[in-house]
């Protein structure tokens, strides 16, 4: 069964950084366009970054340019966001899928998500 785990989320104070991860199985990720999406409480989710599957494309949101970094690693059927210079409002939870939240990011499409993992940005 499909199935997508994502790790890496914690408390870290602004400034600092996380790396995100997003593991795959059941499917293989080579084909499909991985997105993330981070949601905070009381706000409507927002897109923050995808990848395409092998033209390297990628997209970020204007809120992260500049301090996110989306990668995948085929063999190890995972997707990273490294998340440098975190600002208090990065904090949400983070969700990864086979839905990306730009048509920049090419490859097959799916509605496959994580659990999320919880980021908090906080002195």
């Known amino acids: 069964q499909a199935q997508l785990v994502e790790s890496g989320g914690g408390l870290v104070q602004p400034g600092g950084s996380l790396r995100l991860s997003c593991t795959a199985s059941g499917f293989t990720v080579d084909y499909y366009a991985i997105g993330w999406w981070r949601q905070a409480p009381g706000k409507e989710r927002e897109g923050v970054s995808c990848?395409?599957?092998?033209?390297?494309?990628?997209y970020y949101a204007d809120s992260v340019k500049g301090r996110f970094t989306i990668s995948r690693d085929n063999l190890k059927n995972t997707v990273y966001l490294q998340m440098n210079s975190l600002k208090p409002e990065d904090t949400a939870v983070y969700y990864c899928?086979?839905?990306?939240?730009?048509?920049?990011?090419?490859?097959?499409?799916?509605?496959?998500w994580g659990k999320g993992t919880p980021v908090t940005v906080s002195s």
């Open positions: 899928t086979t839905d990306p939240p730009s048509y920049f990011c090419s490859g097959l499409r799916e509605d496959y």
């Open positions: 990848i395409g599957n092998n033209d390297g494309t990628t």
